[in-house]
Structure formats: C-alpha cells, structure tokens
C-alpha cells in the first residue's frame, strides 16, 4: 500500500491515535490519503463500522466509497463514507427522539420551504420569500435560532425575517418537517445538550476523517468536534484554495481553529501534484497567485510539460458549443483518453448548460449535467416523492397538499383551505385533522367524504409499502398504485404536446424502475443514509432486501442531494462548484468571461460595469466584501483548471445573451492571470477537425486501396 504514497501521505496515513490535517493544493493526494487511511485503520485493528469518512456531494461519496472499494474490497461498504448532510439524518433517524422528533421525520426541499416561508410571511412572492429563506438559512448556519436572530436583528427587515423564521420554526416542528440546515443544526443541538448521546457516537466512532475540511462551516466544525470529542480521532485534508462556499457559510477560520482546538494536532503539508499535467498546474498556480495565502505553498508535477492551455474564443455561445464539439470530436481521434467519460465541461451557472446540451445532441454525444437540475426536481418526480413522504409521515403537510392534488381527486382548494384553517385552529396536521371528530362542523358532509377517501387511500397504500419487499414486489405495487390513482392519464390531461407527456411518463417509469432496484438491493445507496433504523446504536450498513417503505424514506434526502447514478459512459457537464475534488483527462470550461466568472462581481457597486465591462486595473479601490468575492470566484477558477488532468481548454465569447439581449462580452480576468504563452491561444478546433478527417480519410483510402492491391 505505502508503495503508491509519498512519504508525507504515508505519515498523515499512520498518524492513527490523534488528529491531523493535511493541508495541500489540488491533486496532491489529499483524498488518496483519506481512503488510504481507511485501510490502514482497518488493517490496525478497527472495524470498518467506526470509521466515519465525510466529503461535500454525494457525487464526493460515491467516488470515494469506489476509490475505497478498490483498496479494501467489500469492507468498504461497511464503512460510514457519506455527506455531512447524511450523517445528519443517520444521527436523528437513531437519536431526534430527545428533541421529540419522530425517526420518520421529513426533509423538505428547497421548494418547500419557499411555500411555508410564503405562508408564514403571507405572500405570493416567491423571490422574497426565497430572500427570506437565505437570511434565515445564513442565521441557522451560524448557530442562530429565531430567538437569538430577534436579538441580534439589526435593522427592521432583520427583524421581520426573524419574526417570520419563528413562526416557520413552529410549523416545521408540528409538520415534523426538517429543512436542510437542520440536517447540521440539530444533530449537533443533539450532540451539545444530550451528553448521552455525544458519548454513544463517540464510542462508536473509533475514527472520523473529513474531505474537503475549508468548506465546513461553523455549525458542521461544532458537530465534529462533538463526534470526536477529546480523543480527537480525526483526520481532515483540505486546501484553502479551493474553498468555494464561503457565500453558503463556509468558513477558514475552521482551518485556523484546528490547531487551537486541537494543540496536539500534527499537520501535514504535500507538495507534489499528481494529477496534471505541468502546463496546466502552472496556469492553476499562476490564477491562484494574486490570492492571499495561510500558508505558502507550490505544486509541482512530475507528469512533463504536455499540451498547452488553449484559449479560444466564440462569436457566442452558441458558436462556442459547436467548437467544444468539435474539439471533443477531435480529441477522440487523436488522444488516449477516448471514452466520453473522459471528458468534462464545466462552466459557472447552470444555465450555460442548455447551449451546450443542444449542441451535443445534435452531435448525437451523450452527457449528463450533474450539478443543475437533477431528476428528482423533475415536477412528476416530486408528485410521487409527495406520495412517499407521505406515506413516511403523515404530518408531512407541504406532502399531503402536493399529494392530494396530484392528480387532482375532487378535492377542491376551498375544501383544502378549510382543512387547514381547522388544521391550524386544532394544532394538527392536515392529515390528522382529517379523521377528527370535529371535521364534519367545518366542513360539508361530501367534502368530508372526499377527504376520508383519500385518507384511507393512503392508510392502505403506506400499510401495503410496508409489507413489500424486493424488487418485483416493489415494481407490482408501483404499477397498480399509478394505475389506482390515475398518473399516466393526468400527465397526458396536463401536457398538450404528447411527446412532453410521453417523455414525463418514461421519467415515472424509469423512477419506479430505480425504487424497485433499490427495494431489491441492486442499487446501491448512494446518500449514505442507506438505513436509517432507529434501533441500530452504532452506524453501520443496512441488510440488502428492503421494504419499499424503508425505500421512500431514503428519498427525500437523495432527491436534493441528487446523483443517483454511478458513471455510464458520458461526457459530464457541470457547474464548477459541483465538480470539486473530481478528475477527467480532458476538462473544457466555457464563458469564461468577466461577468461570469468572476460572476456579477461589481453588480451592487457598479451597475455599470457589465456594460463597461472594463477590469479595473488600479481603478477605484474595492470594498472588502468585493474583493473577498473576487478571491473566492479566484479559488473557483483554480478548482476548475485543477480537474484537468491532461488537457485543458478555456474559451470565452465575444458576445453573450442576457434576457432578450445580446451583449458585447470581455474575457475573464482571469485568462490573463493563467499568464499563457500567447502562441498557444487562438486555435479553431474545427479546422482542426476538419484537417484530422481529410487526413484519416486519405489514410483509410490508401488502405482500402492495398487491400484491393491497387495503387492509390
Ligand atoms: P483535490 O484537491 O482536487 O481534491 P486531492 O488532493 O484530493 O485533489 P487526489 O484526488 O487524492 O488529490 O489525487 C489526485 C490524483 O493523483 C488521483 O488520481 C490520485 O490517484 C493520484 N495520486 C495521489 N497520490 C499519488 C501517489 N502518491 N502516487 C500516484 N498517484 C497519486
Ligand atoms: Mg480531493
């Protein structure tokens, strides 16, 4: 094993009894240490049921629980390797019961909360209710409950929102309901007030390792602290220069922390870049430069200069999509690296997809987007997850209404909005309000009936889910309860172009298709959370037959933490964020233009500037807040340079789209900031192309030629 680790790797790897954290640049082994480490600490003795290794995506877990399997084999799935986010549902499925939460408790997404915050604040606006529900979210990273946010408000809107946030406290309490910074916030109020229950995990954790460590925040450092308590088992890596969510709450200061916290803590730094290319690590390492540093540092690569950086540029992005074909096109043709996999476009927002999409499609190239708009928020995924967190908990009203009214069952919006006013007069759920005695005085007696019917519907069909186990029994039983409640044909009344419809009903089959492998066992949980037993004491990993019920109950986390699946042959497109800590042979980033990346960096100072467009060069003086933004739009442009591993293409358009408009575009700053060579820039891939065909073709034909025996 010590073989393929450096020596500093081999140190931070059997630094077994106290904490250590290795701090080093992109590509230099960090997670090669974590899953090293693994098996080394299995191999000294600990079962792989008390190791714990947390990473940031579940498209993170699942690499690295692939990356484990090729170490250890079939411990690793044994191993707890799964998001902070996973290891927050494991933690209260097992112990929420002494914040009296319920282990079928639900997870709404983001859309659900913006429909309670609406209500709470009573609006219809839905972009100030998400506003409300990022401040809200800021303060529960931080720490902070509605009481505490009341107190620090500083101006009235702060306190609005606080005032609103109680009320959203409340009703996520009676919905049994937790939202995603709960999957953090609570664990750890569990772990700080329940000393009973911090022992329990601490004695069943033998070893915690974190991935990623500078992108914790502060909430997710405190449940870690508490996990390891004072025999700080723990191992982080991370790179302060990859740390990219400081917009979501992440701070350095954790990095700071560490060492204080931890005055025994051994740290590790690694110099030697294994993955790139040194043309490309030199671009990462001059883009990185400007930057700040908690410490110094300089990657090298043994891996020879090899291709240059190129930078191209596009009249727009549709014309950039076509040249990002037709380099991967001759990529194939010329490159080791052949496999669709082998390639990756990343790009700063989501949107910037679609252009690309198309242009792949056409060019018959399959992709999938990872990062953006998973699956699971497809509108039809998401009435059938109602139906299972349902099923899971019945207290779960944003569930209940979605479920109720899709499809559509007679049950009117007076009828539910009477429901809920009786509801919230009573404190009950809506579906608890449903069977109360008192219902038939709020409502009429055919209204009554509606909802007793679709009550006892549900009854039977969460009684029934319970029952049934495996595959098959899992697939008859979604065949008949889509038939009982009609689904095929509400997509097709919802939908006036057939073909949309059809291709919704292919989601719901293709969806059923995964429940029912995963009911069988076949497909793996990739959250992590995979059982969520609430009699089990030590985490470890669930028997591989399950109920279609036990199945629903994992859905709700995966369905916004997404990737479901594990990596066909595609070429990937994602969003910069999403691809930290992953590699491909070939990395490709578009729009790499001022105004994307670094994104709207002037916006609220300088309207202007994106009609400007002009890089301030010894303009006037940044605030602290825009230049913080800049360093870490900075660190984002390093991590995507970092991905490449044998080549790297950046290219920018000239013009862009923005609403209606088409508008005069200037490159990223930050291609200056790679410092290329300027002959490597300009380069047409199509003419490339075009030459690479004219020559094959030449060549197929001198050898069809002699295999004829004839002369060319
Ligand atoms: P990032 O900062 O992007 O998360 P990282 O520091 O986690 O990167 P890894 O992904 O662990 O780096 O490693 C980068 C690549 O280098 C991987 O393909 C890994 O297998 C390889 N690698 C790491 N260490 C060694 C080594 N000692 N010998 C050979 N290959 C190595
Ligand atoms: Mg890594």
């Known amino acids: 094993m010590s073989a393929t680790l450096n020596l500093a790797q081999q140190q931070a790897v059997n630094h077994l009894h106290g904490p250590c954290l290795v701090l080093a640049g992109a590509g230099s082994g960090k997670t090669r240490v974590i899953t090293h480490k693994i098996a080394r600490l299995i191999q000294a003795g600990l079962a792989p049921e008390r190791i714990a290794a947390i990473t940031f995506t579940n498209k993170a877990a699942a690499e690295m629980r692939e990356r484990a399997r090729g170490l250890i ?110 999957l953090i916030g609570l664990p750890l109020k569990i772990l700080a007030e329940h000393p009973e229950v911090r022992e329990k995990w601490q004695a069943a ?109 596009a009249d727009n992005e549709e014309h950039e999509a076509e040249r990002l074909v037709a380099r991967i096109q001759s990529l194939r043709e010329t490159s080791p690296h052949k496999a669709w996999r082998d390639f990756a476009v990343l790009y700063r927002a989501n949107h910037m997809a679609k252009p690309l999409e198309k242009a792949l499609r056409r060019a018959q190239i399959p992709y999938k987007v990872s990062g953006g708009q998973s699956f699971f928020d497809r509108a039809e995924i998401k009435d059938l997850c109602a139906w299972f967190r349902l099923w899971v908990n019945p207290d779960d009203d944003p569930a209940f209404l979605r479920a109720v009214t899709s499809p559509k069952r007679g049950i009117g919006h007076q009828t539910l909005q009477s429901l809920g006013t009786f509801a919230g007069k009573y404190r009950l759920s809506l579906f608890g309000a449903l069977f109360s005695h008192s219902l038939p005085s709020a409502l009429n007696a055919r209204a ?57 009903w292919n989601n719901v089959i293709e969806f059923c298709d995964w429940m029912a492998g995963r009911a069988g066992g076949e497909i793996e ?105 800049l360093q870490e739009e900075r660190r984002l442009m390093y991590v995507g340079i970092t991905r490449a591993q044998r080549t790297l293409a950046v290219s920018w358009t000239r013009r862009r789209k923005k609403g209606r408009q088409t508008l005069a575009a200037l490159p990223s700053r930050f291609i200056a900031e790679m410092a290329l060579d300027t002959a490597t820039v300009r380069e047409d891939p199509r003419e490339k192309l075009r030459a690479l065909r004219a020559e094959f073709a030449k060549k197929a034909q001198a050898a069809g030629a002699a295999a004829a025996g004839v002369e060319p």
């Open 525 to 629: 949980d990739m959250s992590g959370a995979s059982e969520m037993s609430t009699t089990q004491t030590s985490p470890g990993i669930a028997s591989p037959r399950k109920s279609l019920l036990e199945v629903a109950q994992t859905i709700s986390l995966l369905s916004t933490l997404n990737e479901r699946d594990t990596d066909p042959d595609m070429v990937t497109l994602s969003t910069l964020h999403a691809a930290k800590g992953l590699e491909w042979p070939h990395v490709m980033m578009v729009g790499v233009n001022e105004g994307l990346l670094p994104f709207r960096l002037d916006e609220a100072e300088n309207p202007d500037a994106e009609d400007a467009g002009e890089v301030p060069a010894g303009g006037p003086a940044m605030s602290d807040a825009t230049l913080q933004r």
């Open 73 to 182: 084999g079939r411990d690793a799935q044994k191993v707890l390797i799964c998001t902070f986010h996973a290891l927050g549902v494991r933690l209260m499925r097992q112990d929420g019961a002494v914040l009296g939460l319920k282990p079928q408790f639900s997870i709404l997404d983001s859309d659900d909360v913006t429909g309670i915050l609406k209500d709470c604040g009573g609006t219809t606006d839905a972009a100030t209710a998400r506003q409300w529900q990022w401040t809200i979210s800021l303060w529960k990273n931080s720490g902070l409950n509605a009481q505490q946010a009341l107190a620090a408000a500083k101006s009235e809107d702060e306190r609005l929102i606080a005032t609103i946030m109680a009320r959203y406290e409340e009703r996520l309490s009676a919905y049994q309901g937790v939202d995603f910074d709960d």
């Open 448 to 504: 009554v009936g509606g909802l007793h019917e679709f009550g006892r519907f549900v009854n039977d069909q969460q009684y029934r889910a319970r029952h049934t186990h495996g595959a098959e029994a899992a697939r008859a039983f979604m065949t008949d309860w889509l038939k009982d409640i009609g689904y095929e044909q509400h997509l097709r009344d919802g939908e006036d172009n057939d073909k949309v419809a059809a291709a919704r």
């Open 205 to 313: 954790l033998g070893h915690v390792l974190v991935d990623e460590y500078q992108d914790t925040n502060a909430t997710q450092y405190e449940v870690l602290k508490h996990l390891v308590g004072s025999r700080a088992r723990l191992t982080a890596v991370g790179d302060d220069d990859q740390s990219i969510y400081g917009w979501r709450g992440a701070t350095l200061d954790n990095l700071k922390k560490l060492p204080q916290d931890f005055p025994q803590l051994q740290v590790i730094k690694l110099e030697q870049n294994y993955r790139s290319t040194s043309a490309i690590l030199r671009a990462a390492n001059n883009v990185i430069g400007p930057n700040p540093k908690l410490y110094p540092k300089t990657l090298f690569s043994e891996l020879g200069e090899g291709e240059p950086v190129r930078v191209t540029d």
